[in-house]
Each structure stands twice: as C-alpha cells, then as structure tokens.
C-alpha cells in the first residue's frame, strides 16, 4: 500500500515564542514517518495564522522560504481556533489523503501522531487524540474542562470525553463535513455527527512550553455556551419543564387554599393575589418554552445540516 500523503495543520495565534521550535519539532517527526515509509514524503505542515498580532506570520514566512514541506496560510483577522483549523483544511482538501490537527504548543504529545497514521492504514476514517492523563493541567482548567464535557454530554451533544482538536481526518470525512453549513463552527460536535469508522488514540497531554494559553476563561465560557447553543435547544426545554412545575405548584397552592377556605382560616387578599401570580407564571413560561420547542425546530432547520450520509452503495456484484 502506498504511503498516506498528510496535511498537518497547526493553528497558530501569537505564538512567536514557541513556532520555531514547533516547526523544528514537526519537521523532524515527520522526516522520521517519511524514512519509515509511514507517510508519504509529499506530506506537508501547514501553519495557519489566526490574525496574530506578533511576528507569528513572519516566523512562518521565513519558515516557508527555507523548508519546502510548509506551508502558510494567513486569515486576515483573528477568527478564533475553530475556524483557523478549519482554513487549513478547507483550501487543502483535494491535494492529501488524511489531516490531523495540532494545537501549536505542541501540548498534544507528537508521538501519537504515528500511532494515528497505524490506525488510519487499518482502515479508521477519524482517530481521536484522547488525553488521558491530565496532570500537567492546573486544578482548574482540568475540572472546568472535563465538567464541560460532562455537561455536553448530559444535554445530548456527542463530543468524546477529553478529546480537543488533536485528531486525525480522512480527506472523505472533510468532503461529507462540507454538506455542514452551519456558521457557528464546534467541529468537536460536528465531525462524531458525520459517522464513519472511529478510533482513539490516548495521550498524555504536556505542559505548554512557552507563551500563555490563547484561551483565558472568558474565551473558555464563550466557546463552551457556542458548543451547547450549537448543538442542543436543551436550555430551551428547560423553560418548559420550569413552567410546567410552577404549574404543578399553582395547582397545589389552589388546593391549599380550597382547604383553608373551607376550614375559615383564610386571610382575606391572599388568595387573590398570590393564585393568579403562581397560575400565570407558570402559563407564561409553558407557552414560551413551546414557542421555544418551534424557535428550536426552525433553528434546526436553518442549520441544513445532511439528513444522512451514505457510506458506500453496492450493486451489480455478481457478473454473469
Ligand atoms: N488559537 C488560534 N486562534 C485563537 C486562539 C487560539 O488559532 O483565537 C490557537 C493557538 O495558537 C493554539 C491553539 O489554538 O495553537 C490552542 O490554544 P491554546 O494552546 O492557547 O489553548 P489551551 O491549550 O490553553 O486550551
Ligand atoms: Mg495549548
């Protein structure tokens, strides 16, 4: 079998301190992959610059005049991770076989890069980059990280447990990702929607070398309430199950009240008051959680995302 021909795509955003030692880092590993016949030697790095406001894209011309297996790629703003990454996807689509994505910093341990390429020659259309040890995180970006995914996972998005961007893509998975046309862009929700075979890959994720993260909390709370909007009118639904409580405990007071009434130890106004204000919040909120349940319907709509994606078909097998 000829060797896979790779597309490394790193997302790079201010990150002057660390790229050249990435690139060198990359550069080797990948000389090392082509020696042992695992990729093909017209693979290539592919760095995209995320509207840095550093010497990144500098760094990365003066990379690309000496070593001809980069590749640059600058946006002309800064559009976030999610849509770097999917830049240098995107605009290389028809000229490899398969893409793995690799946060800049190299906090994601390279050696599971091979262990990804094994798996795709054994036929995996996606390998998940999973961390499994997460000591180097400090206490908070572990817990806020992981009660992420477990709150994704409760709300019905299908993200893999501690899987971030690291992961390999067959260039097939990027060609049905292109059926996807929603704006807001999680590819951690999307890529498990379009199917295939998957595998995983279990890392332990490093420390970052140098530079600060790129994702202070405000960028952190931002992308998990992004993930969640994008994937789940959950939050939606929670209206209407709040409403239809309060409902329940208008009915419950209305009977109290029944009861008192009866047994003459009422307070005169309360009744009045405080029945119709239970009763009708609780109404309000059933008939916006159902106005939410058709805005959640229409949004879905709006996305146009596929109703399937065929695998392969087979016909005409038996020739006569
Ligand atoms: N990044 C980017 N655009 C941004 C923020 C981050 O391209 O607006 C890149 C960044 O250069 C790095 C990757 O996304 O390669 C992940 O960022 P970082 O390592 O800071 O996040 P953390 O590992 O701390 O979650
Ligand atoms: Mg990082």
Known sequence: MLPTKLLLVVPCYNEEEILAKTHH???DYCARLVAENQISSESKICFVND???DRTWKIIEAICEKDPTSIGVKLSR????????????????SEFDCFITIDADLQDDIEAIGKMIVQH??????????RDDRSSDSWFKRTTAESFYKLMHWMGVPVVFNHADF????????EEFQSFKEVNLFLRGIIPLIGFRSEKVFYKRLEREAGETKYPLSKMLLFAWNGITSFSTFPMRLVLYFGA???FIALLIAGYIGFSYLFGSTVPGWTSIVLPMTFFSGANM???????EYVGKIYEEVKGRPRYIIEKIVKDQIHP
Not at 78 to 93: K, P, V, Y
Not at 286 to 292: F, M, N, P, S, T
């Open 78 to 93: 800064n559009f976030g991770h999610q849509s770097a990454i999917l830049a240098g996807l995107m605009e290389h689509i």
């Open 286 to 292: 059933i008939a916006l959680g159902l106005i939410g």
């Open 245 to 247: 409580f309060n409902f």
């Open 121 to 130: 020659q054994e036929g995996a259309m996606v390998v998940y980059g999973v």
């Open 51 to 53: 509207g840095s406001r």
């Open 167 to 174: 992961r390999l893509m067959d260039r097939r998975i990027l």
């Open 25 to 27: 880092t990359l550069r």
